[in-house]
Each structure stands twice: as structure tokens, then as C-alpha cells.
């Protein structure tokens, strides 16, 4: 009796310390969210047919242990070496951006963490030409989207620190990435343009429990949080400060107002790490229920990579050309570019100083929060350039200040804000 007595308390207790797993929230702060460089390895199933979509609420246990691999995905993580970002930025340099609802072009996605959460900070893009022929006829025709940085008017965090079950945070955001058009049968040489990205996202804590995923031990599951996330993104095409006219937009594909991105995602977030174990694509159904596609983390990474290499192609002409020798790019900055006072008194001057050493013409632009030009000045000469830029007769808010050489490359860049003093 006295065994059997035991052999039940025995049983009791490990019921117990079973059904009590993950019995508390999880909380995701800046302390167990480790945002390093590295590798990490995602893993597509090799089918999402009958995968039961997961539960919200509360004490969940999420058991997805007997997803089959299918394709393996590799993303790299490097340390940040440009002045755009912060010190404790990372580069991913694998991601590709959507230029129209058609086209898209390689770029480096930049993410960073603080206190207030772990965020996506902005894009660093090589240069990038494309001809034009097949759509024009004429073979020197070229959209060159120039090397630049480009960063979001608000902070777009993915986890807004201290993260915990029925957390809500959503923002709204404008990012400029900068191209020049030659289009011969319209006059356009080397004409300054701009695409803008109006981003809404909405992000929700769903549900907690535990997790289990291929990726993760046999027998454990672990701790996560269930988060929604919910991404719109249409764009705007400016030809120099107007918006481009629908009838040209529509020999590309696109118009004004087009979106770009319909991203819903349900991702599940565990300690250590800001890249999600497990993740549920919905594709463009925000109702969560049609799924497009499944992603989950091994956590077999290896960190400790070196800074990042950005390259570019044809540095030195409009045709795109086949043989194109890449080449590093990171010379094309200036190293000494600031732009103060920040704010600017409206109707005052902003100064910009750097070193210009080329003596080609080079071209500053100042563009407002949705990507209109509202201000152009050419800079001659060589040696340290003080340039005032005069901000009269603008609005109050946030401003882009470019700096490009004379192929159109973007060699520094700031933002500030105008209002009152």
C-alpha cells in the first residue's frame, strides 16, 4: 500500500509539473532577446497540406514536431559598418525588395534593438540598373535605383519591449528609395525620381504556451508567445516632385497606389533569440485561416560573421550590360557628411558640410516625409563644402537631406526636422 501510495504521489507530481509548463506568460525584453549577428537556418516542410493551423489564448501547447523538412533556407546576419545605423545594427543580406507589384531588387534589410524593442530600422541598397529595351526599344534606356539608405519616417518594431500575451502596437510609415529614369523617346536623362512606401502594421500577442517544432529538442517544448503581424504597403512614384502619370506607370506593370505588400503572418516567439521558431504565412488573408506557407528555425546557428560587403554593378554608365563586374561600393561615401541645426527654424538655413574630392558637379536633393523633391542645389568644386540649404514656405516635419555624386550614387544622407524654434 505504501508503494503504491508513492508510485501515485510520483505520477501526481510529474502530471502536475507537465500541465504547469509555460503555466506563466511569456515576457520578451531587450534582456532575453539576443540581436547578433550569425547565421540562421529555416526550414520549409516538404507539404502544408493537413497542417492544423494553431489555437489563440491561453496555456497552449503547440506541437508541430512531426512537420517533414522540405527546403532549406540560409539567412546571414552581418555586423552594421555604415553611419546610417547604429552600432548594434545587423544586416540581412539576402532579402529582396518589391520595386512595383512585378519587380523587385536585391537589398540589405537592417534590423536593430534598445531598450524600447527589437525594430526594423531601414534598407541599404546597392546600385541596381535595369535596361529598359524591352519595354521601350531603345537599348540605352535605364531605371538605375542608386546606392542609398532608406529610412522609415516611424519606428517599426517587431517586438515592442516589455512583449507579453494581449500586447497591441501598430505603426505607420513612409520609406523613399531614390532612382533615375533615361527614356530617350520622352526626354528623361538621367531624370531624378522617387518611389514611396506607405506602410501600415499591426501587430497583436495572440496567444502562449509551449512549443514544440523539429528544430527544438524531442521531448521539450518551449516557452513562446504567439504574435500576429499584419503588413499593407502601396506606393507612390514621383517623377521629380510630381507624381508620375498612370499612363507611363502602366508600361511597367503598376500605377499610382499599387500595393507591394499583403503580408499576415502568426510567428512564434521563444527566449534567446529575435529570430521566430516557427512561423505561419497567410499570404494576403487577414482572416488567419487560408495558410500559404510555413517556416520553422533550426537552432543549429553559427554567429560571428564579419562586417558586410555591399556591391553594386556597371558603376560607370546608363546600359546594363552582360558581364557586369561587381565591385565594392563603400568608397562612394563621404566619410565627414553632417547637416545641423536639427531642428531647422522654419525659414531657416540647413548647413551641410562634407569633403567633396572628385570635381564633377554632384547634387544635393532635399525631399519631405513622402518623397517629394523640395529642394535641389548642385555642388561644384572640390575640397570641404559648407552648402545652406534653405528650408522656406515648408510645411512642419520631417525631412531627407541626399547627397549624389555625379552618376547618381547616393554619397551621404541625413534627416531632419523642421518646425519653430
Given at each position: 500500500m505504501k508503494i503504491m501510495k508513492t508510485i501515485t504521489l510520483c505520477t501526481a507530481m510529474l502530471f502536475m509539473a507537465w500541465t504547469s509548463y509555460g503555466q506563466k506568460a511569456l515576457t520578451l525584453t531587450e534582456k532575453n532577446v539576443d540581436v547578433d549577428p550569425g547565421k540562421v537556418k529555416l526550414h520549409t516542410p516538404a507539404s502544408i497540406s493537413g497542417v492544423t493551423l494553431p489555437a489563440t489564448g491561453t496555456n497552449k501547447s503547440w506541437d508541430y514536431s512531426k512537420l517533414k523538412k522540405g527546403t532549406t533556407i540560409k539567412f546571414r546576419y552581418f555586423e552594421n559598418k555604415y553611419k546610417q545605423f547604429s552600432k548594434t545594427a545587423i544586416f540581412d543580406t539576402g532579402h529582396l525588395e518589391p520595386f512595383t507589384p512585378y519587380e523587385i531588387y536585391p537589398t540589405n534589410q537592417v534590423f536593430d534593438e534598445s531598450s524600447n524593442g527589437y525594430f526594423f530600422a531601414g534598407d541599404y541598397t546597392p546600385r541596381n540598373a535595369t535596361g529598359l529595351g524591352e519595354v521601350t526599344t531603345v537599348t540605352t534606356d535605364s531605371l538605375i535605383i542608386t546606392q542609398q539608405a532608406s529610412l522609415p519616417t516611424n519606428t517599426d518594431y517587431i517586438l515592442k519591449f516589455p512583449t507579453t500575451y494581449n500586447n497591441s502596437w501598430s505603426t505607420t510609415y513612409t520609406k523613399t528609395i531614390y532612382f533615375t529614369?533615361?527614356?530617350?523617346?520622352?526626354?528623361?536623362?538621367?531624370?531624378?525620381?522617387?518611389?514611396?512606401?506607405?506602410?501600415?502594421?499591426?501587430?497583436?500577442?495572440?496567444?502562449?504556451?509551449?512549443?514544440?517544432?523539429?528544430?527544438?529538442?524531442?521531448?521539450?517544448?518551449?516557452?513562446?508567445?504567439?504574435?500576429?503581424?499584419?503588413?499593407?504597403?502601396?506606393?507612390?512614384?514621383?517623377?521629380?516632385?510630381?507624381?508620375?502619370?498612370?499612363?507611363?506607370?502602366?508600361?511597367?506593370?503598376?500605377?499610382?497606389?499599387?500595393?507591394?505588400?499583403n503580408s499576415n503572418t502568426e510567428s512564434f516567439y521563444t527566449e534567446g533569440d529575435f529570430i521566430p521558431a516557427l512561423v505561419f504565412d497567410f499570404g494576403a488573408d487577414d482572416t488567419w485561416s487560408t495558410l500559404a506557407g510555413v517556416t520553422y528555425r533550426n537552432d543549429d546557428e553559427d554567429h560571428g560573421y564579419g562586417a558586410v560587403v555591399i556591391n553594386k554593378t556597371n558603376p560607370y554608365g546608363n546600359t546594363v550590360n552582360p558581364g557586369d563586374v561587381l565591385m565594392n561600393s563603400s568608397s562612394l561615401f563621404v566619410n565627414d557628411?553632417?547637416?545641423?541645426?536639427?531642428?531647422?527654424?522654419?525659414?531657416?538655413?540647413?548647413n551641410c558640410r562634407f569633403t567633396k574630392s572628385a570635381p564633377e558637379n554632384w547634387t544635393m536633393n532635399v525631399t519631405n516625409s513622402i518623397g517629394q523633391i523640395v529642394n535641389t542645389i548642385t555642388v561644384s568644386g572640390t575640397g570641404v563644402m559648407n552648402i545652406p540649404v534653405e528650408m522656406k514656405n515648408q510645411n512642419e516635419g520631417l525631412f531627407f537631406v541626399n547627397l549624389l555624386n555625379d552618376k547618381g550614387e547616393q554619397a551621404g544622407s541625413s534627416k531632419f526636422m523642421v518646425g519653430s524654434k
Open positions: 529614369l533615361t527614356i530617350s523617346a520622352l526626354g528623361f536623362d538621367k531624370l531624378q525620381c522617387s518611389e514611396v512606401e506607405h506602410t501600415t502594421v499591426t501587430n497583436s500577442v495572440v496567444g502562449w504556451g509551449g512549443l514544440k517544432t523539429p528544430g527544438s529538442g524531442k521531448d521539450d517544448y518551449d516557452n513562446a508567445l504567439m504574435i500576429r503581424r499584419s503588413v499593407v504597403t502601396t506606393d507612390n512614384i514621383y517623377f521629380g516632385s510630381s507624381l508620375a502619370p498612370d499612363a507611363i506607370l502602366a508600361s511597367f506593370g503598376t500605377a499610382q497606389g499599387a500595393t507591394t505588400v557628411f553632417t547637416a545641423f541645426p536639427n531642428p531647422v527654424a522654419n525659414g531657416g538655413n540647413l
